[in-house]
T-cell receptor, first 115, second 119 residues
Framework: DQQVKQNSPSLSVQEGRISILICDYT??????FLWYKKYPAEGPTFLIS?????DKNEDGRFTVFLNKSAKHLSLHIVPSQPGDSAVYFC??????????????FGQGTRLTINP | SQTIHQWPATLVQPVGSPLSLECTVEGTSNPNLYWYRQAAGRGLQLLFYSVGIGQISSEVPQNLSASRPQDRQFILSSKKLLLSDSGFYLC??????????????????FGEGSWLTVV
């Protein structure tokens, strides 16, 4: 059961334009969401997060939007730069077992920024 | 600042051989620690997590085990590797609030990853 889905395996965007990566989830108990960026053969790098009490969080060129009613999450990158080319993972969390937070990841979307 | 390191970065092991991947975190104390695996073309799957020394929780039944002999050390092991154990293994840590028992919203930070190829 894929609780976090990134239905677009790849996305190609022109440099300078806006990149929009989307993520859908099914578990209504999720209350914390994160986006990670990953280069090949490296660990994921944390980008931005959002709590379910908010519907938007912004950090520089990155903005994450949360639509709880639709169980939909999106990451906007503007303007897109060549260095943004990577695989982006959406992750969600609801567990609080003994203080540990278990993230459920989507399958990832490969973003390519074209010059 | 906090850092996380895992090694070896790349490993090629024959079927049936043992495995030991090690991960250490610096610059923090009493972190939550995690082992994830990314199989080819798939997302990240949580394998184990630990909230303290000697406390290990397993997410999925498998051929692997984990141990936490020290506060900032997390080890992933196997006695006999299978072909299906091949993948990219990631250690991760999360700050743990000593006051609160629940870690609401704390980010998880990943290590560099270890490529395991079982042949």
């Amino acid at each position: 059961d894929q609780q976090v889905k990134q239905n677009s395996p790849s996305l190609s965007v022109q440099e300078g334009r806006i990149s929009i990566l989307i993520c859908d989830y099914t578990n209504s108990m999720f209350d914390y969401f994160l986006w990670y960026k990953k280069y090949p053969a490296e660990g994921p790098t944390f980008l931005i997060s959002i709590s379910s009490i908010k519907d938007k969080n912004e950090d520089g060129r990155f903005t994450v939007f949360l639509n709880k009613s639709a169980k939909h999450l999106s990451l906007h990158i503007v303007p897109s730069q060549p260095g943004d080319s990577a695989v982006y993972f959406c992750a969600a969390s609801a567990w609080r077992v003994k203080g540990a937070q278990k993230l459920v990841f989507g399958q990832g979307t490969r973003l390519t920024i074209n010059p | 600042s906090q850092t996380i390191h895992q090694w070896p970065a790349t490993l090629v092991q024959p079927v049936g051989s043992p495995l030991s991947l090690e991960c250490t975190v610096e610059g923090t104390s009493n972190p939550n620690l995690y082992w994830y695996r990314q199989a080819a073309g798939r997302g990240l799957q949580l394998l184990f997590y630990s909230v303290g020394i000697g406390q290990i929780s397993s997410e999925v039944p498998q051929n692997l085990s984990a141990s936490r002999p020290q506060d900032r050390q997390f080890i992933l092991s196997s006695k006999k590797l299978l072909l299906s154990d091949s993948g990219f293994y990631l250690c991760a840590w999360q700050p743990r609030d000593r006051v609160k028992e629940e870690n609401s919203g704390n980010t998880i930070y990943f290590g560099e990853g270890s490529w395991l190829t079982v042949v």
